[in-house]
């Protein structure tokens, strides 16, 4: 991934949407609709995200405008933790 970073850019500013999904016992209820937890940019999100707990983090996910190939439209909690690290870079 090292080649990628290097010619990518990631706009951190693109409106984004932290997502929570309903749990029972710390685990996704697959029968519940996520539902939002704030509002921002892609790099608000990532925060607001990062504050959370790393034992409840698995039950979030953020929404947001594709950008080709580092950031997908649903940015799972292992993704949106990788994004993290690699801001200071991009």
């Known amino acids: ?7 990518s850019k990631v706009d951190f500013g693109v409106l984004a949407v932290l997502y929570k999904w309903p749990s029972l ?22 925060s607001a995200f990062m504050e959370k707990p790393a034992t409840s983090r698995h039950l979030y996910e953020i929404r947001t405008m594709a ?9 799972s909690p292992e993704h949106i933790t990788e994004l993290s690290r690699l801001r200071e870079f991009l």
Do not use: F, K
């Open 67 to 75: 950008q080709p190939p580092l950031v997908t439209d649903i940015l």
């Open 25 to 46: 016992a710390n685990q996704r209820r697959s029968d519940r609709e996520s539902y939002q937890v704030s509002e921002g940019t892609l790099d608000e999100c990532i």
């Open 1 to 7: 991934m090292g080649d990628v970073v290097g010619e």
